[in-house]
């Protein structure tokens, strides 16, 4: 069992920054392929970021490519999402997921484990 704990949302203005955390515990976090998915009120859950367990690849979204950075301190067992240029449409619960195998979005089969998600909320 992996258990996934997301921290650092809140209330921002259109074009600030945010650094979300994620901090796992319960099996061996740098063996895991990291993600980042998203969901706002009245639409699909969605793949925005993620990173292998090595932390040398990473890919995104393109709805947040350039913005959104993913990393990883497997040190730390925390993964980590550095959001810039916030735009009010990137407003959503932000959830942190984990897999054995590397994370995607559709039509890859949803990850295994997941946080509980924090909200980020972008104001214009």
């Known amino acids: 069992q992996v258990n996934l704990v997301e921290s650092g949302g809140g209330l921002v203005q259109a074009g600030d920054s945010l650094r979300l955390s994620c901090a796992a515990s319960g099996r061996t976090f740098d063996s895991y392929e990291m993600g980042w998915f998203r969901q706002a009120p009245e639409k699909e859950r969605e793949f925005v970021a993620a990173?292998?367990?090595?932390?040398?690849?990473?890919t995104y979204a393109d709805s947040v490519e350039d913005r959104f950075t993913i990393s990883r301190d497997n040190a730390k067992n925390t993964v980590y999402l550095e959001m810039t240029s916030l735009k009010v449409e990137d407003t959503a619960i932000y959830y942190c997921?984990?897999?054995?195998?590397?994370?995607?979005?559709?039509?890859?089969?949803?990850?295994?484990?997941w946080g509980q998600g924090t909200q980020v909320t972008v104001s214009s």
């Open positions: 990173i292998n367990w090595r932390g040398h690849i990473t």
């Open positions: 997921a984990a897999d054995r195998t590397p994370v995607r979005g559709p039509p890859a089969p949803p990850p295994e484990y």
